[in-house]
């Protein structure tokens, strides 16, 4: 019963399948045959009338014991298809059942190759790893960020330098940019604003240096 013509197995869906498949030609069959039983009882409710008005009473008996064991015969039929359908359902899911049984069974076997495929000290030695190229990276982005700061900071270091300086002539009262602002522009007033501007400067700071030395005094 459970190998096929080849003599090879069957497998759990296709025994169900024949099984359900066998219950249904059987379900099919008594169906026939309940049709078959009422069209019986039909004819013979007819000939039971057709006696009974002719007061043929001996033969409406007979023929009416005959048509309770019809009706009963109909009951046991109704009654056979119903159980024979119940089996079938009961089936469906016994096939399901398999199937997720079946299903949990792939499932379990894929676990267990995955978990035998992830070995756990080579898993700790691969996040060793990737937390020792981390820590280097870092690293080295930091020391490139201090070589960039490091080359901004010269100018910076030039601008602030000179922002001091201005800061502190501005304290005693000297400003380098003092008399610049309306320079000559042909090259003899240039040459010559030049030298007066210079005189005037070098008098200026002159007077202001005597004026703080006195005021010191």
Same mark, same amino acid.
């Given at each position: ?77 109704? %009654?056979?298809?119903? /159980? ?56 080295? /982005? ?24 201005? /800061? ?12 610049? $602002? ?14 007066? $501007?210079? %005189?005037? $400067? ?16």
């Amino acid at each position: 019963m459970g190998n096929s013509l080849f003599g090879e197995k069957k497998t759990m869906r296709e025994i169900i399948r024949e099984q359900k498949r066998m219950i249904d030609r059987s379900v099919r069959g008594l169906e026939r045959e309940r049709a078959s039983l009422q069209k019986d009882e039909a004819k013979l409710i007819a000939d039971i009338k057709k006696l009974a008005k002719q007061n043929q009473l001996k033969s409406v008996k007979i023929m009416a014991k005959d048509l309770i064991r019809i009706r009963k015969h109909q009951e046991k039929f109704v %009654n056979l298809t119903a /159980q024979l359908r119940a089996i079938s359902l009961q089936m469906t899911t016994v096939q399901s059942t398999h199937n997720l049984v079946d299903s949990m069974k792939k499932v379990a076997k894929s676990m267990a190759t995955l978990n035998a495929q992830m070995k756990l000290p080579a898993l700790q030695a691969i996040m060793s790893e990737f937390a020792k190229q981390s820590e280097q990276l870092d690293m080295k /982005q930091e020391m490139m960020g201090d070589a960039i700061e490091d080359a901004m900071d010269t100018e910076e270091d030039e601008a602030e330098s000179e922002q001091v300086v201005n /800061q502190v002539l501005d304290e005693i009262g000297i400003n380098l940019q003092e008399g610049l $602002v309306d320079a000559p522009t042909t090259k003899l007033q240039q040459a010559t604003g030049k030298e007066e $501007v210079g %005189n005037n $400067v070098d008098k200026e700071l002159e007077n202001r240096l005597n004026n703080l030395k006195a005021d010191g005094q």
